[in-house]
């Protein structure tokens, strides 16, 4: 069973599908979700902006505060 992804399930995949380690069909999902939603396909660009500015993935750089702020600016734009 194929059940929708959520904002909050594909940023917290966000740094695994970047990494190319999700399973196909989670990958499918996220897929669907970022042609669905315009504040993750938003998302997904700043993170990958800020990825290349830091050089690397590394999840544990990643401030908290960058990600919730992103969140909160879906939920203004939606
Ligand atoms: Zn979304």
Redesign the pocket.
Known sequence: MNSSM??NE?VELVTAYLDGSLDSETRARFDV?LVE?D??ENYLQQFRATVDTVGKIDQESIDPAFRDRLLNA?RDFR
């Open positions: 959520d904002c594909l979700h939603c504040g993750c879906f």
